[in-house]
C-alpha cells in the first residue's frame, strides 16, 4: 500500500469523482467494515440533508411588496415539507407548513430584515403554521414591504 503523501493533492472535484472511505456497520449486525468508493456528489447530498448539523432547513430570500403576500425565492429545502406564503395583516404574514410538522421546542427561527429601519420576528403558532411579523424599529407599529435582502432560515432539529 502506497503513503498517502505519495499521491497529488486535487483540486475542484466534480461530483462524479471518487473518494475512498469505509462503510461501517450497523451496531446490531455482524458484517465488519467494508472499504469502498463513496461519490464526492453522494458526500455533498448527505452534507445537504442536514445530516452533518443535526437538522434540516429551510432557508429563503424574501420581497414583498405593499400588502401582498412575501415571494419567497427558496435557495435551500431539505425539510420534506412545503412553506406557503400568504398576507395576514399590515406588517403580518403567515407560512402554512405542509407535509411535515413542526416538533414542539426543536424549532429555531432566524429572519434578517434587508431594511436597516425595520424589525421582523417569527412564531410557531401550531405545528404547521409560523407568523411572521414585521415592524418599523422606531416604534412605529406593524409595517409592509420587505426590501431586497431579507432572509428567512427555519431550522428543524432531530
Do not use: C, H
Amino acid at each position: 500500500m502506497a503513503n498517502i503523501t505519495a499521491y497529488p493533492t486535487g483540486t475542484s472535484p466534480k461530483a462524479t469523482d471518487l473518494l475512498l472511505g469505509t462503510k461501517i456497520p450497523s451496531a446490531d449486525s455482524d458484517d465488519m467494515p467494508v472499504t469502498q468508493n463513496f461519490t464526492i456528489g453522494g458526500i455533498g447530498s448527505l452534507i445537504n440533508t442536514g445530516f452533518t448539523g443535526g437538522y434540516k432547513s429551510y432557508t429563503a430570500s424574501l420581497i414583498q411588496t405593499g400588502a401582498s403576500a412575501p415571494v419567497a425565492t427558496v435557495l435551500q429545502n431539505t425539510t420534506g415539507g412545503t412553506f406557503t406564503w400568504s398576507y395576514i395583516n399590515n406588517g403580518q404574514s403567515r407560512i402554512a407548513v405542509s407535509g411535515i410538522t413542526l416538533p414542539a421546542n426543536k424549532v429555531a427561527i432566524f429572519l434578517s430584515s434587508g431594511n436597516g429601519d425595520q424589525g421582523i420576528g417569527g412564531i410557531i403558532t401550531t405545528t404547521t403554521q409560523i407568523d411572521v411579523d414585521q415592524f418599523s424599529s422606531g416604534g412605529g407599529g406593524p409595517v409592509d414591504g420587505m426590501s431586497a435582502g431579507t432572509s428567512i432560515e427555519i431550522r428543524i432539529y432531530s
